[in-house]
């Protein structure tokens, strides 16, 4: 038996405590539960949910409804059917409840939510094992479904309601009407949120200020979003230059569409993202740059959601490539 054995014996027998070796890290903040991420994420949403309420109002208010009450009735629903406790209380159902609404058109049907919700949590989140165990983003696995299953409901023709009175929500959005009309939108419209689109994607502005509370508070990484946006920046800018380098092409793929509420909202969740520095590093080059090819090379004129998913199946393998070596081996 070994001098460490005998001593942790020796502890045991005594009644004292006894010498526990067990690798690094040795220092943890036991504050920094699921409970505070989630309640930091739902903080952060916050500038995204009263912008699209201002744009969209009733569409907006009814589709989160739809899916946060979606979300915790599917996740009540298959947590027991596994005879477990359900976990309301962390928060995390609702959070993938709030960012699916977000991520979806206000027009949308009420079934549309609703059905994403249950996939998202269901095959998304509880099929894997449920919180900590998913591969993949649990809303965008719900929110691709959708999109599958209702091609006309989630299509870029969708988003235009001619009979709204809402002016923004007659219109096409940003992306789609630069790709397919080579119609530009105003900076500041973007900047700004006057624009359409899913409802937490309008506005560059509120998701800066809530993704760069994220990142100050610690609950999401910034290298992820960091190099998400160089890599649009780059690959748009160049884009741009090869065309007539107006600066709208470069401009509308930072601010228009889902890039900065997918950037700081969807590729950091610390479950289906990297968990080494350059793993995530390497993890966002690749989001955008997925991003980009779809957009400039599909007939599609977003990218985020497939990108995202698909950097999501790679991350067990960028954890794989980029584990540090312990001090002292060569």
């Not at 809402?166 to 119609?183: E, H």
């Not at 530009?184 to 689109?197: D, Q, V």
């Amino acid at each position: 038996m070994s001098n460490t054995s005998q001593q942790s014996g020796q502890g045991k027998a005594s009644g004292t405590q006894g010498l526990h070796v067990a690798p690094s890290p040795h220092i943890s903040d036991k504050s920094f539960t699921t409970q505070r991420m989630m309640t930091d994420v739902l903080i952060s949403l916050l500038p995204l949910i009263l912008m699209s309420l201002y744009i969209f109002r009733m569409n907006a208010a009814k589709q989160m409804i739809i899916c946060i009450v979606s979300c915790l009735v599917a996740e009540t629903l298959f947590v027991k059917m596994r005879d477990r406790v359900a976990t309301l209380d962390d928060f995390s159902a609702a959070v993938t409840g709030m960012i699916l609404a977000l991520s979806l058109p206000g027009t949308a049907p009420w079934y549309v939510g609703c059905l994403a919700s249950f996939v998202a949590i269901g095959i998304g989140k509880i099929l894997f094992g449920g919180l900590g165990m998913n591969i993949f983003n649990p809303a965008m696995v719900g929110r691709a479904f959708v999109m599958i299953a209702f091609a006309s409901l989630m299509g870029a023709a969708a988003y235009e309601d001619p009979s709204s009175l809402v002016d923004v929500v007659s219109q096409a959005t940003p992306l789609t009407a630069l790709k397919q009309s080579a119609i530009p939108t105003s900076i500041g419209a973007l900047f700004l949120g006057m624009t359409n689109g899913s409802l937490g994607e309008t506005s560059a502005l509120a998701c800066l200020l809530g993704g760069i509370f994220l990142c100050v508070r610690g609950t999401a990484s910034w290298e992820i979003p960091a190099s998400i946006i160089a890599s649009v920046f780059v690959i748009a800018g160049i884009a741009d230059i090869a065309g007539s380098f107006s600066g709208d092409l470069l401009m509308h793929h930072l601010f228009g569409g889902a890039l900065l509420f997918g950037a700081f909202f969807i590729a950091t969740d610390p479950v289906t993202s990297p968990l080494t520095f350059k793993g995530k590093i390497i993890f966002g080059v690749g989001t955008g740059t997925l991003i980009m090819i779809i957009r400039l090379f599909s007939g599609y004129p977003e990218g985020v959601m497939f990108a995202v998913l698909i950097m999501n199946a790679v991350t067990p393998l960028i954890n794989r490539w980029t584990i540090p070596k312990p001090m002292g081996v060569a």
